[in-house]
């Protein structure tokens, strides 16, 4: 190890992993703590769901991201308690001593004071989900081939999407090409017109932190993708063939089907609760973490917290998005803060966290995107906007390998649309239908 202060980073997601990765040349021994041993590219979860990739496409184990940086060494644990008074970090097995402590634990699924409907809608938050969405959805198929009752057979190919956000678009539009490829190709009794794709939004629009003219593009590219969009469709009952959405102040719509897919809204780790009772701070909304312009807790300006579970805000006081760009900035803007204190520069405290939003984009099937980009806030849709969206999420895929075999993989299903990743790994989804 390289120094004698010590940075105890939780969480190996963007934002933990770029503060790592920033501090390689600060004369600071890291210890990176994560459940996982792996790191997640969540953007391209929704790919793993539905069969384009293979969840070792978008995961690299952070062994191998940071093996040559020798001031930093991962464990893998899960974090049971923080001491900030003693300054540790307890996991089941070990204690970690910390001069500077960074927490990076993201966040979880949250359906609004309902988590039994986790049961019957899973959320898309881990590589285990992805995995689970996709048997389900492709055991949908083969119930549906089996199935002689009409009724039966269009419930079976009935698949609601709750959340019209990037997740919920993004996965609506890669299942309606998936399934009616597959109803085409793989299954010849069953017509592609009973295969129904229902993505239900609370809100007013899909991708509603959009401009209009995107909106207006997004709801264009779903109809061509036979997506009924319920807009003003909130969500009251979830049940294991159907569910109830209240479009209306007393009118409800029931919907059967067997396959429901929770995009609809996140909560902070639980690891928060267990900060905010060790700090004393109030959890904010979602259960995140208050923090100050410089992402410290107040009272604790060596314990930062980044990424999903901070309740950070922009300078104009607006919550700042959970977006991997967002965390990935906070880990670097906290590295250079550790560089700055262990260097003894005066200026540490001077500079708060300033967020620059280079833009924010969502794919929409075949081709076809809506990005806002760049400082000027350029619109693209279409082609040029999910040429920017490939770029951007290749070039932010971790390490190099998996950068070319997610390429090779993209250009194969785009040229051929055959998913080599569709595969039913377990009979749990055929059962429960």
Request: charge should be neutral.
């Amino acid at each position: 190890m390289g120094g004698s202060h010590r940075v105890v980073i939780v969480g190996g997601g963007f934002g933990g992993l770029a503060c790592a990765q920033a501090l390689k040349k600060v004369p600071v021994e890291v210890t990176l703590i994560d459940r996982r041993n792996f790191h997640l590219f969540q953007p391209l979860l929704y790919q793993v769901a539905t069969g384009d990739l293979s969840p070792a496409n978008i995961a690299s184990p952070l062994r191998a991201i940071l093996r040559h940086q020798k001031n930093c060494r991962v464990v893998l644990g899960n974090v049971e308690s923080i001491d900030v008074h003693e300054q540790v970090v307890r996991t089941a097995g070990e204690s970690f001593s910390y001069d500077t402590l960074v927490v990076a634990a993201g966040s979880t699924h949250s359906y609004f004071g309902h988590d039994e409907w986790a049961e019957f809608a899973p959320g898309l938050k881990t590589v285990e989900d992805a995995t689970q969405i996709r048997n389900r959805i492709l055991a949908a198929f083969e119930v549906a081939a089996l199935e002689t009752d009409a009724e039966r057979r269009r419930a079976a190919l009935t698949f609601a999407i709750i959340g019209a956000g990037p997740t919920g678009v993004e996965l609506a539009g890669a299942l309606s090409e998936l399934g009616h490829y597959l109803l085409r190709n793989d299954f010849p009794g069953i017509d592609p017109s009973e295969m129904t794709i229902v993505l239900c939004e609370a809100g007013k629009e899909p991708l509603e932190m959009y401009p209009e003219p995107l909106i207006k593009k997004t709801r264009e590219a779903l109809s061509r993708l036979h997506v009924r969009l319920m807009t003003g469709g909130m969500v009251t009952e979830i049940h294991p063939n159907h569910i109830v959405v209240q479009t209306g102040k007393e009118s409800f719509e029931t919907l059967k089907t067997c396959n429901v897919i929770w995009a609809a809204g996140v909560q902070a780790s639980p690891l928060g609760k267990i900060l905010a009772e060790s700090t004393g701070v109030e959890q904010a909304r979602a259960g995140k973490i208050p923090v100050q312009h410089d992402l410290s807790i107040p009272g604790y300006p060596n314990i930062y917290v980044i990424g999903d579970l901070a309740a950070a805000k922009s300078k104009d006081g607006q919550p700042l998005p959970a977006l991997a760009p967002v965390a990935m900035q906070q880990g670097k803007y906290v590295a250079g803060r550790i560089s700055k204190l262990v260097h003894g520069d005066p200026e540490v405290t001077d500079k708060p966290f300033e967020y620059r939003d280079r833009g924010s984009m969502a794919v929409i099937g075949r081709y076809s995107a809506v990005a806002v980009v760049g400082p000027k806030k350029w619109q693209l849709s279409g082609w040029l906007a999910w040429l920017a969206w490939l770029f951007i999420h290749l070039m932010e895929i971790t390490q190099f390998r998996n950068r070319l075999i997610v390429l090779i993989q993209w250009g194969w299903t785009y040229w051929t649309r055959d998913r080599s990743a569709r595969l039913i790994t377990n009979r749990e989804g055929v059962d429960s239908n």
